[in-house]
């Protein structure tokens, strides 16, 4: 990775800081630890002042020598050194060639189903996040792009799923919020012999726990909203690939369409992946604490949490994750929606909102929240019941989160 930014457009670059120094890590292949790259990948001290970490760069347009002859950079809905720092970061944690900044995770999605075009076809897992499916149903189905959601447990099923028409088939691992996961190899082996790209919605794991491209597949999607950010306080998203081809059409549409993260967001996140790999194995910590607990609570009917040897992708969890994440999903045993109501809403450290990811914990009714937008039939064909508690555990005290549940357990 070089401290000097690409040329964009095609334009001439002049060579701004020519003593500048290097990357602190060389080339994105730098045989170095996760950690390690999480601190320094895409990053080097500022060549004017030394400062250790990446500026934010608030402007909007920057100074030519001549017209079309400029040092990397024209216009900042086209690039931005902070977002060309965090681009480079997330790119080394998913051991991918490019990573292409967006303002928030569905514009990310968005982004890349504009390369599709009427009568193209994909398939996507039928458990997923409810603005994944907003956007292919109400946004690019009346389009004339054609969506089929399946359980991908099964690659035969992939395979009897895909067309002639099909162009990619959409992978949520572990899914939201029934935390399912699928064999990311063994599904792009079925989606490649078709001649079908993948892309891996990786928000639940983080690259920190799994690494798709590694697995085969072509497109890793993040929401750096949730455990990239980490902290509830910015929104973004992120694509992570090896094609050039797909690289050019990302860039393209945030030049053309406009979907660009502001700096400060990327700073924040520069930040926050700096200590991704300690919040997530506090995260993991703290979530086998909360499963093993409630699992083992009269009060509650059903856990759901890839950890559990009787998982039905335990194995799956086990050979391609690093360690099983900070989701967690519960019906209780009284299965009514307002029971699940009283109980959340009864909880003290567990905060009732949106979103996960965040050190904080958290708790949500997908089936009236995150997955409002999808109809309740949907919903529960895909076996989401409509009184499901779905838990982001956080990085507090582990015996302060139990004794939390534990008091709205024996409140209801």
């Not at 001290?45 to 920057?62: E, F, K, Q, R």
């Not at 965090?86 to 967006?102: D, I, K, M, R, T």
């Not at 699928?182 to 012999?193: F, G, N, Q, S, T």
Request: proline residues 6%; hydrophobic residues 40%; aromatic residues 6%.
């Amino acid at each position: 990775m070089s401290s000097t930014p690409p040329p964009t457009n095609g334009a001439h670059v002049v060579d701004a800081v020519s003593d500048a120094p290097p990357d602190a890590l060389g080339s994105p292949e730098a045989d170095l630890g996760f950690g390690t790259r999480a601190i320094h990948a895409g990053q080097a001290p500022d060549p004017t002042t030394g400062a250790i970490m990446t500026p934010v760069y608030l402007t909007s347009t920057y100074v030519q020598e001549a017209p079309d002859v400029h040092k990397g950079y024209d216009y900042a809905r086209v690039g931005n050194p902070t977002r060309t720092a965090l681009e480079a970061n997330l790119a080394s944690l998913e051991g991918a060639a490019h990573g292409v900044a967006f303002a928030s995770g569905v514009a990310g999605i968005d982004a890349i189903l504009r390369r599709l075009r009427p009568g193209d076809h994909v398939v996507s897992t039928n458990d997923l996040y409810g603005g994944t499916y907003r956007l292919m149903r109400q946004v690019w189905e009346p389009f004339g792009v054609e969506f089929t959601f399946v359980d991908l447990g099964s690659p035969d099923d992939l395979d009897a799923a895909i067309t002639d028409a099909t162009k990619l088939v959409w992978i949520e691992t572990p899914t939201n919020p029934l935390l399912r996961v699928y064999d990311i190899a063994a599904l792009c082996d079925v989606a490649h012999a078709c001649g079908v790209d993948v892309a891996v919605d990786n928000t639940f794991a983080s690259p920190y726990l799994q690494t798709p491209l590694a697995l085969g597949a072509d497109l890793v999607l993040h929401s750096t909203t949730k455990y990239l950010g980490g902290h509830s306080d910015v929104v973004g998203g992120a694509v992570l690939t090896s094609s050039d081809e797909w690289a050019d059409h990302l860039r393209f549409q945030i030049k053309a369409a406009g979907a660009a993260p502001g700096p400060l967001d990327c700073f924040l996140l520069l930040r926050a992946t700096k200590t991704l790999h300690l919040r997530m194995e506090r995260h993991c910590q703290n979530a086998r604490a909360v499963a093993h607990f409630l699992r083992g609570h009269d009060g509650v009917a059903r856990v759901m949490w890839p950890g559990f040897e009787d998982h039905p992708a335990h194995d799956v969890a086990a050979r391609q994750m690093r360690d099983f994440g900070g989701m967690v999903s519960l019906v209780l045993e009284d299965d009514e929606v307002e029971t699940a109501v009283r109980f959340m809403q009864a909880l003290r450290v567990f905060s009732l909102a949106e979103s996960l990811g965040g050190v904080e914990s958290l708790v949500s009714h997908p089936s009236t929240m995150t997955h409002g937008s999808i109809p309740g039939d949907v919903r529960r064909a895909a076996g989401l019941p409509d009184s499901l508690v779905r838990l982001s555990v956080g990085v507090e005290d582990e015996a302060d989160l139990v004794a939390d549940l534990d008091r709205a357990l024996a409140s209801l």
